[in-house]
Nanobody, 124 residues
């Protein structure tokens, strides 16, 4: 079993920054990808970013490209999402996910393991 624990959410003004962390415990996923997704009220869960554990290759949604950066620390089994120049439309619950194959890392249904979510609120 895998447990994912997110932290780092909060309230920030537009233009500000936050860094989300996702610490994994239990089984490791050295051959899989980790991802960040978000879900705003009344909207579907959407892909934000992903990173492959071995090569560290990354992918981003167009809406966050150039503002968000996903990274990982293999020694700590932790994945990060650095969010800069935040906008009110970034307001959502952000979820960390693990266990997807790299070729399907944008698809939330590909992930068997999820964190509990952390709220990010960006005020205008």
């Amino acid at each position: 079993q895998v447990q994912l624990v997110e932290s780092g959410g909060g309230l920030v003004q537009a233009g500000g920054s936050l860094r989300l962390s996702c610490a994994a415990s239990g089984r490791t996923f050295s051959t899989y990808s980790n991802g960040w997704f978000r879900q705003a009220p009344g909207k579907e869960r959407e892909f934000v970013a992903s990173i492959s554990w071995i090569l560290g290759s990354t992918a981003y949604a167009d809406s966050v490209k150039g503002r968000f950066t996903i990274s990982r620390d293999n020694t700590k089994n932790t994945v990060y999402l650095q969010m800069n120049n935040l906008k009110p439309e970034d307001t959502a619950v952000y979820y960390c996910a693990a266990g997807a194959r790299t070729y399907s890392a944008r698809d939330y249904t590909s992930y068997p393991y999820w964190g509990q979510g952390t709220q990010v609120t960006v005020s205008s």
